[in-house]
T-cell receptor, first 115, second 118 residues
């Protein structure tokens, strides 16, 4: 089973709202990732967690706050977003972060619209 | 910084035509190479990957790719496309560090949209 699930599928929020995106995997993977994908663009890495610790933060604005409560779950907390933050937010996981021959498996994404 | 180039932005083919999508990367060291596909309205799926060994790798749905180290290329091929292959195709690279481990981030190319006419 190579399934990564994400909820919600769609989210519309105002600029003053607080919302959270959720990602879950039960493959025993210890590395989890958040990517942002704008329309007609490739995914861009935002955050990487390895063994529940933040390993990489690609200079993402503080209005995005990641959280990894356990090895199966990854959240992305959103607060005071801007309309330009509207995008598809993808979660991925891999067995390890720095292991040899790691493959990342992607979830279906949450399509976010900020009004 | 490492980068991945996909030279074809949009490719339009008729069914049964042969496909080759180009992918070049800029990094002189060891890399892991991937092709992902994103069907309309669906999530990114792994098509195939290359880590080491035989430079010709076979993936799902009849796709294959060839790693040519001297050309820093990892082109995707399929001998006969079908309408159901209509999708966006992304090449991605993951750098392998000096200890044999891969760095965390996948570096994606800009993608190639493939449209197959029935």
């Amino acid at each position: 089973d190579t399934e990564v699930t994400q909820t919600p599928k769609h989210l519309v929020m105002g600029m003053t709202n607080k919302k959270s995106l959720k990602c879950e995997q039960h493959m025993g993977h210890r590395a989890m990732y958040w990517y942002k994908q704008k329309a007609k663009k490739p995914p861009e890495l935002m955050f990487v967690y390895s063994y529940e610790k933040l390993s990489i933060n690609e200079s993402v604005p503080s209005r995005f706050s990641p959280e990894c409560p356990n090895s199966s779950l990854l959240n992305l907390h959103l607060h005071a977003l801007q309309p330009e933050d509207s995008a598809l937010y993808l979660c991925a996981s891999s067995p390890r972060l720095a292991g040899y021959q790691e493959t990342q498996y992607f979830g279906p994404g949450t399509r976010l619209l900020v009004l | 910084a490492q980068s991945v180039s996909q030279h074809n932005h949009h490719v339009i083919l008729s069914e049964a035509a042969s496909l080759e999508l180009g992918c070049n990367y800029s990094y002189g060291g060891t890399v892991n190479l991937f092709w992902y596909v994103q069907y309309p309205g669906q999530h990114l799926q792994l098509l195939l990957k290359y880590f080491s060994g035989d430079p010709l790798v076979k993936g799902i749905k009849g796709f294959e790719a060839e790693f040519i180290k001297s050309k820093f290329s990892f082109n995707l091929r399929k001998p006969s496309v079908q309408w159901s292959d209509t999708a966006e195709y992304f090449c991605a690279v993951n750098v392998v560090d000096g200890y044999g481990g891969s760095q965390g981030n996948l570096i994606f190319g800009k993608g190639t949209k493939l449209s197959v006419k029935p």
